[in-house]
């Protein structure tokens, strides 16, 4: 009894503090992208050739942990099957956050285009459903001085 | 030494190819880190030791991309591909590779 009333806190917990962290992390990413706006990044493997760019790889990661809240729905909705929402916001705020990051990189360089980006996305830690990493990458080319 | 994830650069002309050359490293937190991590799985949000981890590890692994790429005799490392895998309990491998060349200028 009491460990089922453990688990029903946890999931609660989970709910209130999990979905709070996610409002505020779509919050700041979507502002943030819109201030990165002007900086193409594009997964096309040749770059211009009129302008002699610097280049250099810039790279972005991050690890977001599941909460218990999406933890446990994922675990009812993997019983019947279909679309696991809770995971899919969650590696969608990662995999933004990594390329906002790899942005910020390429923008402290004064970078004008990041090409070749690329995704590359892990699972982390043993336990429960864990933490995801996705890490994105690509070259930057910046504007000869 | 210039490392880019492009398969050849603007303005340079590749003068020689030497072959793959690979970096790795293999990282793990110590277990007060693993627990903290523990917690924040029943809150969520984003591990911020972890992603220093990884980020450490990547420079750690790029570093000796770069030793053997230099012991060679190349000057740039092109088309570079990064690849993570988690090999034990707790613990990430870092794996960068990539076609180390002579660079000339065009």
């Known amino acids: ?145 | 030494m210039l490392i880019s994830n492009l398969e050849f650069l603007p303005g340079y002309k590749i003068k020689r190819h030497l072959g793959l050359v690979q970096g790795s490293s293999v990282r793990a937190k110590h277990v007060g880190r693993d627990l903290m991590a523990t917690l924040k799985n029943i809150f969520g949000g984003e591990l911020t030791a972890y992603t220093e981890l990884l980020q450490d590890s990547r420079e750690e692994a790029t570093a000796r991309l770069v030793e053997q790429a230099t012991s060679i005799g190349a000057n740039a490392v092109l088309n570079v591909r990064f690849s993570t895998s988690s090999i034990a309990a707790g613990a990430a491998e870092i794996f960068v590779y990539g076609t180390a060349v002579e660079l000339e200028d065009d």
């Open chain 1, 1 to 145: 009894m009491i460990e089922v009333g453990i688990a029903v806190a946890l999931v609660i917990l989970g709910y209130i503090f999990g979905s709070a962290a996610e409002r505020r992390h779509f919050k700041s990413i979507i502002k943030r992208e819109r201030e990165l706006n002007r900086l193409a990044a594009v997964a096309t493997r040749f770059p211009p050739e009129d302008t002699a760019w610097r280049q250099q790889l810039v790279t972005g990661n991050v690890v977001i942990a599941s909460d218990y809240f999406k933890t446990f729905t994922a675990s009812l909705i993997n019983i019947f099957g279909g679309k696991v929402t809770p995971f899919e916001s969650l590696i969608d705020r990662a995999r933004r956050e990594a390329m906002l990051r790899m942005k910020a990189d390429a923008q402290s360089l004064g970078a004008e285009y990041i090409f070749n980006v690329k995704y590359n996305t892990s699972r982390i830690s043993q336990f429960g459903a864990g933490a995801i990493e996705v890490m994105a990458y690509g070259t930057a080319l910046t504007p000869p001085e």
